[in-house]
T-cell receptor, first 112, second 110 residues
Framework: NAGVTQTPKFRVLKTGQSMTLLCAQDMNHEYMYWYRQDPGMGLRLIHY???????AKGEVPDGYNVSRLKKQNFLLGLESAAPSQTSVYFCASSSTGYYGYTFGSGTRLTVV | RKEVEQDPGPFNVPEGATVAFNCTYSNSASQSFFWYRQDCRKEPKLLMSVYSSGNEDGRFTAQLNRASQYISLLIRDSKLSDSATYLCVVNNRGNEKLTFGTGTRLTIIP
């Protein structure tokens, strides 16, 4: 019963480097989400997907890209990392889009 | 104005006491309401849904006031294990995503 798995758990990047965060869920959920969490800002939605092959922008999409080629996976890409992208990133999935979000354990990213 | 507003706290409460948090939301089209709990450096987890008639789950009681657009969470007989950040969460009608408040931090003191 893995639920939602995020990899990696920790990463340090230099400014300008790129990376991809992977989110995998084994609950056959249609909806998947990427959030970032910063002190005092709460959880802010970056991008989300309502099904395989779909993506949509959230509240803070700039500097990020996403892909959902397979229903179980949702990838978040940073093409050219900036210090402002230092944050904790959470992936979540849901069967309904509004209830019972299951979150991954998070990725702590530091951009220096 | 933020869509969901919470008092960030911290609330420092002695063990066994009753504590209540409020949360206000700005969109009158909001239709689903939840409280999530987040422990330090962990992911958020659903604590309970909030229904119009109010609902209880053990020591926890959630209430919704649509007219005033606020949600409350009451914790009775607080335990040390209740120490966490409590997130107020809403969903707007026709929307496929949740909006999270910034959270209220609670510390239960022995």
């Amino acid at each position: 019963n893995a639920g939602v798995t995020q990899t990696p758990k920790f990463r340090v990047l230099k400014t300008g480097q790129s990376m991809t965060l992977l989110c995998a869920q084994d609950m056959n959920h249609e909806y998947m989400y990427w959030y970032r969490q910063d002190p005092g800002m709460g959880l802010r939605l970056i991008h989300y997907s309502v099904g395989e092959g779909t993506t949509a922008k959230g509240e803070v999409p700039d500097g990020y890209n996403v892909s959902r080629l397979k229903k179980q996976n949702f990838l978040l890409g940073l093409e050219s990392a900036a210090p402002s992208q230092t944050s904790v990133y959470f992936c979540a999935s849901s069967s309904t889009g509004y209830y019972g979000y299951t979150f991954g354990s998070g990725t702590r990213l530091t951009v220096v | 104005r933020k869509e969901v507003e919470q008092d960030p706290g911290p609330f420092n409460v002695p063990e066994g006491a009753t504590v209540a948090f409020n949360c206000t939301y700005s969109n009158s089209a909001s239709q689903s309401f939840f409280w999530y709990r987040q422990d330090c450096r962990k992911e958020p987890k659903l604590l309970m849904s909030v229904y119009s008639s109010g609902n209880e789950d053990g020591r926890f009681t959630a209430q919704l006031n649509r007219a005033s657009q606020y949600i409350s969470l009451l914790i009775r007989d607080s335990k040390l294990s209740d120490s966490a950040t409590y997130l107020c969460v809403v969903n707007n009608r026709g929307n496929e995503k949740l909006t999270f408040g910034t959270g209220t931090r609670l510390t239960i003191i022995p």
